[in-house]
T-cell receptor, first 123, second 108 residues
Framework: QVVLVQSGAEVKRPGSSVKVSCMAS????????FSWVRQAPGRGFEWMGR???????SYAPDFQGRITITADKSAGVSYMELRSLTSEDMAVYYC?????????????????WGRGTFISVSS | IVVTQEPSLSVSPGGTVTLTCALR?????????TGWYQQTPGQPPRTLIY???TRASGVPDRFSGSLVGDRAALTIAGAQAEDECDYYC??????????FGGGTTLTV
């Protein structure tokens, strides 16, 4: 069974950047895309974006311009880079492996979740 | 874009409860491809439902997704103690963009 292994927790300074990795291991990867969501302490989830393994990305408007999500399909790895960090970015960041259930632009679902990576932002 | 859920609900063991997901801007239809996730404290989310009503692999059939009026709904029939946790909906709003609801804390 494929599991998604994320990189470890980090402490970052305000204004800096963070790059979190997510590696699929334990089997053949057949995802259609990787998604990234985050959850601030005690809060709900926030959808950040998705990288499609056929090419292209989608980003939530709130992150547009300071987020980049990439993937190496052959290696089964996805990366999420978030720039210009503030204290509001302190959260657990989750990656997810998605599959398609149809041909429309919304026909994706999360098949596998990573365990999460906690990013702390503090001066 | 604001997606709202009941902040908290309670159900008796063995009972049935329906959680809803509403879009402030208008009705939710099948083209929003609503998903539902379950999260226990300290754990990553678990996918329960996608495409409004399709159960993810391994999800018990006491969980079902539907549309009720203008909202998406998650119904738990025969609630068990282990179902006590947080539930989140997510909807597709177009252009590759998805939005989560605020979550519902369920007490059993």
């Amino acid at each position: 069974q494929v599991v998604l292994v994320q990189s470890g927790a980090e402490v970052k300074r305000p204004g800096s950047s963070v790059k979190v990795s997510c590696m699929a291991s334990g089997g053949i990867v057949s995802y259609s895309s990787f998604s990234w969501v985050r959850q601030a302490p005690g809060r709900g989830f926030e959808w950040m974006g998705r990288v499609y393994l056929t090419g292209g990305e989608s980003y939530a408007p709130d992150f547009q311009g300071r987020i980049t999500i990439t993937a190496d399909k052959s290696a089964g790895v996805s990366y999420m880079e978030l720039r210009s960090l503030t204290s509001e970015d302190m959260a657990v960041y989750y990656c997810a492996g998605d599959r398609r259930f149809g041909s429309t632009s919304g026909s994706f679902f999360v098949d596998t979740w990573g365990r999460g990576t906690f990013i702390s932002v503090s001066s | 874009i604001v997606v709202t859920q009941e902040p908290s609900l309670s159900v008796s063991p063995g009972g049935t409860v329906t959680l809803t997901c509403a879009l402030r801007a208008g009705p939710i239809s099948s083209t929003f491809y609503t998903g539902w996730y379950q999260q226990t404290p300290g754990q990553p989310p678990r996918t329960l439902i996608y495409d409004t009503h399709t159960r993810a692999s391994g999800v018990p059939d006491r969980f079902s997704g539907s549309l009720v009026g203008d909202r998406a709904a998650l119904t738990i029939a025969g609630a068990q103690a282990e179902d006590e946790c947080d539930y989140y909906c997510i909807i597709y709003v177009g252009s590759g963009f998805w939005v989560f609801g605020g979550g519902t804390t369920l007490t059993v």
